[in-house]
């Protein structure tokens, strides 16, 4: 066994980026095991982990005070920053009485809207004074990504005040005509809702907002939304109804239909997205952009969620696009395969008769 787990962990590190990794794990029974294009590929160069071994490649990733927080609360959530050439959103934990670590990759640079093959359209987004935009989707398809993406167009072409409230801080932006102040929760400020209620007094222009998490924490940035800021955060929702339904739902009955006036008069859109495996490697965006236009308000306003589906069939015009259209013209292109798309979609059937399919 090797003693030098300094070595072996920054090798390890340096594999998972020339393999293009999105996460790695370490995990006792296992062999150091990376996430590659969606799927789970042990490192069998290194062998398998031992209880000590496991805790000897962890404990280099923290540090005294984290090490102290982790055998107090028996796991911690922070980034770690290897040698200037990546970040990783680390979560440290127990399980069966043994320490594991799930490292999730964010490269140090961020890339832009084209790079991430992203639809352009949806930069039109930071144009807005104000205003709430929603970035959707599944854990781990690329919301952060995409977020961050947009700030740093902000950053690149206008003179705001961006403030990010994240848990962690996940990319590091480099100011530029922008002024980019960035809190962790933790470190620089007790919570979401505490960092938010803040912001108020610190002259934003925008806020981005790692995860709208609680009632509170959706309330404060609906009045942020509503007061002269443009607010960009993420849900972990599968679709614009859905994540429209539970915003909604996360508030006591008696405030529903005050929510849902706040809503329709706040939101700018909700951009939904999935990571689809390409046919020749790699993965690929789905993509559903709702674009608040007046027909997607009233629906609001009036608790029709359920017909906000249709509109974005039939709004392709004013640049909207639902999920199954997305993966449609994906199939088309030869990007992804049929089976795929079938299992990222929401509605398969659907999905078969825009493709043609029986």
């Given at each position: 066994?090797?003693n030098?787990?300094k070595?072996?962990?920054e090798?390890?590190?340096?594999?998972?980026?020339?393999?293009?990794?999105?996460?790695i794990?370490?995990?006792v029974?296992?062999?150091?095991?990376l996430?590659?294009?969606?799927?789970?590929?042990?490192l069998?160069?290194?062998?398998?982990?031992?209880?000590?071994?496991a805790e000897?490649?962890?404990?280099?990733?923290?540090?005294?005070?984290?090490?102290?927080?982790?055998?107090?609360?028996?796991?911690?959530?922070?980034?770690?920053?290897?040698?200037?050439?990546?970040?990783?959103?680390?979560?440290?934990?127990?399980q069966?009485?043994?320490i594991?670590?799930?490292?999730?990759?964010?490269p140090?640079?961020?890339?832009?809207?084209?790079?991430?093959?992203?639809?352009?359209?949806?930069?039109n987004?930071?144009?807005?004074?104000?205003g709430?935009?929603?970035?959707?989707?599944?854990?781990g398809?690329?919301?952060?990504?995409?977020?961050?993406?947009?700030?740093?167009?902000?950053?690149?072409?206008?003179?705001?005040h961006?403030?990010?409230?994240?848990?962690?801080?996940e990319?590091?932006?480099?100011?530029?005509?922008?002024?980019?102040?960035?809190?962790e929760?933790?470190?620089?400020?007790?919570?979401?809702?505490?960092?938010?209620?803040?912001?108020?007094?610190q002259?934003?222009?925008?806020?981005?907002?790692?995860?709208?998490?609680?009632?509170?924490?959706?309330?404060?940035a609906?009045t942020?939304?509503?007061?002269?800021?443009?607010?960009?955060?993420t849900?972990?929702?599968?679709?614009?109804?859905q994540?429209?339904?539970?915003?909604?739902?996360s508030?006591?009955?008696?405030?529903?239909?005050q929510?849902?006036?706040?809503l329709?008069s706040t939101?700018?859109?909700?951009?939904?997205?999935?990571?689809?495996?390409?046919?020749?490697?790699?993965?690929?965006?789905?993509?559903?952009?709702m674009?608040?236009?007046?027909?997607?308000?009233?629906?609001?306003?009036?608790?029709?969620?359920?017909q906000?589906?249709?509109?974005?069939?039939?709004?392709?015009?004013?640049?909207?696009?639902?999920?199954?259209?997305?993966?449609?013209?994906?199939?088309?292109?030869g990007?992804?395969?049929?089976?795929n798309?079938?299992i990222y979609?929401?509605?398969?059937?659907?999905?078969?008769m825009?493709?043609g399919?029986?």
């Amino acid at each position: 066994m090797p003693n030098n787990y300094k070595a072996e962990l920054e090798e390890i590190l340096e594999v998972a980026g020339q393999h293009g990794a999105s996460d790695i794990h370490f995990s006792v029974g296992r062999n150091p095991t990376l996430r590659i294009d969606g799927n789970l590929v042990e490192l069998e160069k290194y062998p398998i982990l031992t209880k000590d071994h496991a805790e000897g490649l962890i404990e280099n990733l923290l540090t005294d005070e984290q090490k102290e927080r982790v055998i107090k609360e028996r796991e911690i959530d922070f980034s770690y920053n290897y040698k200037d050439k990546a970040r990783f959103r680390v979560n440290v934990f127990h399980q069966r009485g043994n320490i594991s670590a799930a490292l999730r990759f964010f490269p140090a640079k961020i890339k832009t809207i084209k790079e991430l093959n992203m639809p352009e359209r949806i930069e039109n987004f930071i144009n807005y004074s104000q205003g709430l935009l929603l970035v959707v989707g599944p854990t781990g398809h690329g919301k952060t990504t995409t977020m961050a993406a947009l700030a740093d167009l902000i950053n690149h072409n206008q003179t705001k005040h961006i403030i990010t409230i994240e848990d962690p801080i996940e990319y590091i932006f480099e100011q530029d005509k922008s002024i980019i102040d960035q809190r962790e929760v933790g470190d620089d400020t007790k919570s979401f809702p505490k960092a938010l209620r803040a912001a108020f007094r610190q002259d934003p222009d925008v806020i981005v907002v790692g995860e709208m998490r609680d009632l509170e924490t959706i309330s404060t940035a609906l009045t942020a939304a509503e007061t002269g800021h443009l607010v960009m955060a993420t849900l972990h929702t599968n679709s614009a109804a859905q994540t429209i339904d539970r915003i909604i739902d996360s508030f006591p009955a008696e405030a529903k239909n005050q929510v849902r006036t706040q809503l329709a008069s706040t939101l700018l859109g909700v951009v939904s997205q999935r990571l689809i495996p390409q046919v020749d490697g790699g993965r690929v965006p789905a993509v559903e952009i709702m674009i608040a236009n007046s027909a997607v308000r009233n629906l609001i306003r009036e608790g029709k969620i359920y017909q906000i589906d249709l509109v974005l069939e039939t709004s392709t015009d004013e640049g909207m696009i639902s999920l199954n259209r997305s993966l449609a013209d994906l199939v088309h292109q030869g990007n992804i395969s049929l089976e795929n798309a079938e299992i990222y979609s929401l509605n398969p059937s659907d999905l078969r008769m825009l493709l043609g399919k029986k």
